[in-house]
């Protein structure tokens, strides 16, 4: 059980994911330019649907990507359009206790008062699609529903209404959070374990990784893997010589080095087949590695979905493969 997940300090790695379009989106038209006073004009639906292409335009332009407007957008990488299917207000009022604390001379008090409460919710459902203007076949669609809410409280009367633009707002946000992965690159973060035992010296590596200093983590981990032997004087067993290798792989794998992170891997699997901690991170670096060569397919521009499709095969194979 020294070797496994629950007993060991985890380190964090950063994946960089390519946009889930798959190519580089420079510039944008929004499908039917949508501005305000077109569309549906009038019904609650068109309004939040011209505030919500507004907000989307806007942190568009703050990432540096080009919104064509009117006639313009024939050089368009991507046409968004939006669709509002429901933007419901609701408001509210209700009416509780609240104990407050008085002070009176040298004393203090307490006594229970009314409190009120206003409350707005506005209840939002819009779909967000992405059609790639080369070929003109869809490359994302979702479907986004919130429904975001604010409440005004008060002791001296019944307070007004929040506004429900400001609420409403709230649900334009949540949509950008979930929209810009569509478009954008985007970063996860992952965890993997990172042995710290006294045999072998994997502590001392950890030590380095703690103080930030992952090349010296990286030398010693080598050096450790080097001298880790099987031996009755010393008690080293197959185990001690699998954590060993699989750390040097683990600082492989966050220098981004997949090649030699694999072979070190491997080098743990040997000695130790039947550690899941390993088994998963050679997952990950399989998936890791193809996720890399997605973002440099995105460096040729256009066709960057025909070779992200193929790395992801890739990806898939290499899982598949090492799961035979």
């Given amino acids: 059980m020294r070797y496994a997940s629950a007993f060991n300090p985890k380190v964090t790695v950063e994946v960089e994911h390519p946009p889930d379009v798959g190519f ?5 038209v929004f499908a039917g330019d949508r501005r305000p006073g077109g569309g549906r004009s009038g019904s609650a639906e068109a309004g939040c649907e011209a505030e919500w292409v507004q907000a989307l335009t806007q942190e568009l332009v703050e990432r540096g990507v080009r919104v064509a407007r009117g006639g313009g957008g024939q050089y368009a990488d991507a046409v968004i359009a939006v669709d509002v299917t429901r933007c419901k207000t609701e408001q509210d009022r209700r009416e509780t206790t609240r104990e407050i604390v008085e002070r009176v001379g040298d004393n203090t008090r307490r006594r229970t008062v009314p409190e009120y409460h206003a ?3 506005v209840r939002f459902r819009g779909t967000f699609e992405v059609v790639d203007a080369s070929t003109d076949l869809v490359a994302a669609s979702r479907t986004l529903a919130y429904e975001p809410e604010m409440t005004n409280s008060s002791v001296r009367g019944e307070p007004d209404f929040p506004s429900p633009g400001t609420v409403a707002e709230r649900a334009y946000r949540s949509t950008i959070r979930d929209i810009t992965p ?3 690159r985007w970063v996860e973060t992952r965890e993997l374990v990172f042995f710290d035992g006294e045999r072998c ?4 590596a950890y030590r380095a990784i703690e103080a930030g200093d992952y090349e010296r983590a990286l030398d010693i981990s080598i050096a450790n893997a080097s001298a880790c032997q099987p ?7 197959h185990t001690d010589v699998a954590a060993a290798h699989y750390n040097v792989g683990v600082l492989y794998r966050i220098a ?3 090649d030699s992170a694999l072979a070190s891997f491997e080098h743990a699997r040997a000695a130790d087949p039947g550690n899941g901690v390993i088994r998963d991170a ?3 670096a399989i998936s890791a590695e193809a996720t890399a060569a997605d973002l440099r397919s995105l460096g040729g521009g256009r066709g960057g979905p025909r070779a992200m499709a193929t790395g992801r095969a890739g990806r898939v194979a290499g899982i598949r493969e ?3």
Avoid: A, M, Q
């Avoid at 580089?24 to 944008?28: A, K, P, R």
């Avoid at 010296?201 to 001392?204: I, K, S």
């Fill in 182 to 184: 569509i478009l954008f």
């Fill in 24 to 28: 580089v989106v420079e510039e944008v």
């Fill in 256 to 258: 981004e080095n997949f």
């Fill in 282 to 284: 050679i997952r990950e």
């Fill in 119 to 121: 409350r707005t919710r």
């Fill in 322 to 324: 090492y799961e035979r």
């Fill in 231 to 237: 031996g009755s004087v010393t008690e080293i067993d």
């Fill in 201 to 204: 010296g994997l502590n001392l």
